[in-house]
């Protein structure tokens, strides 16, 4: 029941970007969401050529036959492994160039909400910058962390099987750390603190990341994913997160 309230908690986002005296504090996350992807596509579509010829290259030795079958089974997977690493790091930078405007994002929608919202340094715009760059910083130091431990659970075997299920859960547990901590570092939350709230609320948490992952699978829609995101971690806190602490 609680991750359906998480998984839900995208649409209300969606919802809310869509709201007189929100939409202008959605606009620069969407356009810096929009600039950075298409040039990640661009980026990936040049490297998938390059790698697909240099592939083929090392390949002409072998019977044309031979050489196509390989390429016919290597393309989707090279495909879907560029598309990845791609996705991955042009979706870190996308947040850690938008994390001020994502804040602000989260402060206004929250006052949205409530009325009586609180925040530290409100309208403070240099001591907003520096908290959520460096709150990123430390968000990609505990990602990274469960990146590797992860990525030595994939090539083990035997226990390689359950690979596929624990990226699922790491994506979106990941994500809900990811989109809201920007309401909680408004409160003047610490990481360690933000932490110890969102593992409180495991299912919740899960469930907006979860909303929030297929999100970013849709084409197009991802374009508005991050902006929608942040602000269905808003809505989180104020229905739930900030009363069970």
């Known amino acids: ?5 998480g998984f839900l908690t995208i649409f209300s986002g969606i919802r809310l970007l869509t709201t007189k005296g929100i939409r202008r504090f959605a606009l620069v996350p969407i356009l810096i969401n929009i600039v950075i992807f298409s040039t990640a596509i661009y980026v990936a579509s040049k490297q998938f050529d390059q790698l697909m010829e240099r592939l083929l290259s090392s390949i002409s030795w ?52 409530r009325d009586d919202a609180k925040f530290e340094e409100e309208g403070a ?33 035997g226990l390689n099987i359950i690979a596929p299920f624990a990226w699922v859960i790491y994506g979106a547990w990941m994500l809900a750390i990811e989109y809201a901590d920007y309401t909680m570092g408004n409160h ?13 609320n495991r299912m ?39 009363n069970n602490q």
């Not at 003047?188 to 409180?200: A, D, N, Q, S, W």
């Open 62 to 113: 072998l019977p044309g036959w031979l050489a196509s079958g390989i390429e016919w089974v290597l393309w989707p997977l090279f495909a879907i492994m560029i598309l990845i690493a791609i996705y991955y790091s042009f979706t870190l930078l996308a947040n850690l160039i938008a994390a001020p405007f994502n804040a602000l994002l989260a402060q206004k929608i929250e006052q949205h909400l």
């Open 204 to 242: 919740a948490a899960l469930g907006l990341g979860s909303g929030s992952m297929l999100m970013t699978m849709i084409p197009v829609v991802n374009l508005i994913a991050m902006p929608a995101s942040v602000a269905a971690g808003t809505v989180l806190w104020v229905k739930r997160l900030s």
């Open 188 to 200: 003047g939350m610490f990481f360690k603190e933000e932490l110890r709230v969102l593992r409180k």
């Open 125 to 157: 715009i240099l001591p907003l910058v520096a908290r959520t760059v460096g709150s990123e910083v430390k968000k990609y130091a505990h990602m990274f962390k469960w990146l590797i431990a992860l990525l030595i659970l994939t090539v083990i075997p």
């Open 1 to 5: 029941m609680r991750f359906i309230e």
